[in-house]
Every structure is written in C-alpha cells, then in structure tokens.
C-alpha cells in the first residue's frame, strides 16, 4: 500500500526551465540595452555556460558572465539584468497542468505527501511560495538538508525518515531517471517517471510508471491501493 508520495520539485511540479529561459532570454535584453557590446543570443548562450559550468542554482551567474568575458564588471548592465532576470522569473515560473488538483486529491485520499529537491533551502522554499504548494507537504529536504544530490541516497532516507514510511509504502516521482529514479529505486521505493517534464528526450526511464500527465498519478495510486 502506497501511504506517500515524494515529488522532485523543478520541472515536476514547476515548469523550471520554462522559466529560467524566458527569465535569461529576457536579462540578455537588457543588458544589451543597457550598453553590453554584444548580440542577445551570444549573452543569452554565455549565460548558459555560466550556468554548466557552475550549476542551473549558480546566484551570480551575471557577475560571473560578465567577469569570465570582460575581465571587469558593468554595475550599469549588471542591474538591467538582474531586474529583468527577476521580473521574468515571478511572471514565468508556473505549475504544470493538473498539478493543484492532484496534489489536493492526493490529499483527500490521505496520503502524505514530500518533496525531495537538489535545490539549496531558500530557492526551493521560494519556489514553493510563488506557485502556492507552501502547505501541501508536511516535508520538504533540500540540498541544504543533506549535503549531497540525487541519486544518493541520502536525501531520500532522510524524506522517509521525517515521513515515517518504509520505501515499499513510498511512490517517488521525478523527471531525471539518472537521479530521482535510480537514487530512489536503489532503497526499494516505486517510481513514476514525469515525462510531461522530461528536457532530456529520454526514451527508457527505468521507472515502474510514467506520467504523460500528473493526473495520471491518482490512477497509479488508486491501482496499487486497491491491490
């Protein structure tokens, strides 16, 4: 019997890198407004190697940026990018379709409900402020909370711990099969994989159940509690 659900939090609940790319794409206009000495996409690029080289959470990816091809900064263009990057961020980050309503049937059906992120504390809270999740969960681990990323499995002992589930009563879904499915699949959990959220292509996910859609999960849990 399932008795809860861990969630990954960016691109399964929230459409992340929807909102990182408007949010970018939307910073390297104004930089090149405010003065920068290079086309959109050439920032827009440059951004995002900041971001692969430092990580997708990396704070000062602009200071970085502009550092790395300048040598120096421009406060001037240092500012139009971060209050268009934060402008964009409130405006563009959003739930996936369904995600309110299954939570809250999840919910009726008295599962707990967690989630499990490699994002650091702070971010992930925000993120759950802004999209209104804040009191779904009755337990949210960070990176901060551990100090090591999916697949380890210490995150996810950490989950089960503060929810009081074994692995074989715990469903975890995720959109990255190398982190969230195999890290939980190792400690015996059931995975669904959302491929509704899937940036990779990834074609085998390795997970017991996938999702086109997170309604689907209500379905899945319904199945194995009536088992």
């Known amino acids: 019997m399932i008795k809860a659900i861990i969630f990954d939090l960016d691109n399964t609940l929230v459409d992340f890198m929807r909102m990182k790319e408007a949010s970018v794409r939307l910073a390297a ?34 200071d970085k940026f502009l550092e790395e091809t300048f040598g120096s900064i421009d406060y001037r263009v240092l500012a139009a990018g971060i209050v268009a990057y934060r402008k ?4 563009n980050l959003v739930l996936y379709p369904h995600v309110r309503y299954t939570l809250m049937e999840l919910l009726k059906r008295g599962l707990t409900l967690a989630v499990v992120s490699d994002a650091p504390r702070l971010q992930a809270w925000t993120r759950l402020a802004q999209v209104g999740l804040l009191h779904f969960f009755k337990v949210v681990v960070t990176f901060d909370d551990t100090g090591e990323r999916k697949p380890s499995p210490a995150p996810f002992r950490f989950a089960l711990e503060k929810l009081g589930t074994q692995p074989s009563e715990t469903l975890m879904v995720g959109d990255w099969p190398e982190r969230d499915i195999t890290g939980a699949a190792k400690l015996g959990m059931m995975t669904a994989f959302a491929r509704y959220g899937d940036t990779f292509g990834t074609v085998k996910s390795g997970a017991d159940y996938e ?17």
């Open 88 to 91: 964009a961020k409130e405006a």
């Open 29 to 62: 206009e104004a930089m090149v407004d405010a003065g920068l000495p290079m086309s959109v996409e050439e920032v827009y690029k440059g951004i995002f190697k900041v971001y692969d080289k430092y990580g997708i959470e990396f704070q000062n990816v602009f």
């Open 211 to 227: 999702l086109n859609d997170i309604i689907e999960l209500l379905d899945i849990v319904d199945r194995l509690n009536e088992s």
